[in-house]
């Protein structure tokens, strides 16, 4: 992990983006090249989960034009609608299970 003086950090902003997927291949340059658009620039790699960006403080006022939220640190699927999907998985084989016993005990 990147250590910082009180200089790196003046006029800085920083953020870490996280997935609950790689962020990989085109995946990552398009992350890097949306990121860019908004002055973020990337700072570290931590894994293909997670990268840490800065930007200088005076980029904020082009915030009001910004495409997408500057500040999201989340891209790609949402943790409840990873959660739903786990689920959901969860419940379907539970019910061809319980239909397949049913099936096999009544048959």
Same mark, same amino acid.
């Given at each position: 992990?990147?250590?910082?003086?009180?200089?790196?950090?003046?006029?800085?902003? $920083?953020?870490?983006? /996280?997935?609950?997927? @790689?962020?990989?291949?085109? +995946?990552? #340059?398009?992350?890097?090249?949306? &990121?860019?658009?908004?002055?973020?620039?990337?700072?570290?790699? $931590?894994?293909?989960? /997670?990268?840490?960006? @800065?930007?200088?403080?005076? +980029?904020? #006022?082009?915030?009001?034009?910004? &495409?997408?939220?500057?500040?999201?640190?989340?891209?790609?699927?949402?943790?409840?609608?990873?959660?739903?999907?786990?689920?959901?998985?969860?419940?379907?084989?539970?019910?061809?299970?319980?239909?397949?016993?049913?099936?096999?005990?009544?048959?």
């Amino acid at each position: 992990m990147t250590t910082y003086t009180q200089n790196d950090l003046e006029g800085w902003e $920083f953020k870490i983006v /996280r997935s609950n997927g @790689k962020i990989i291949g085109d +995946k990552f #340059q398009e992350l890097i090249a949306e &990121e860019a658009k908004n002055g973020w620039e990337q700072v570290e790699k $931590f894994d293909d989960y /997670r990268i840490r960006f @800065k930007r200088r403080i005076e +980029k904020r #006022q082009q915030d009001s034009c910004a &495409e997408i939220d500057p500040y999201r640190t989340q891209v790609g699927i949402s943790d409840a609608r990873l959660v739903f999907m786990i689920f959901g998985g969860v419940f379907a084989f539970v019910a061809i299970l319980v239909g397949i016993i049913i099936l096999t005990t009544t048959g």
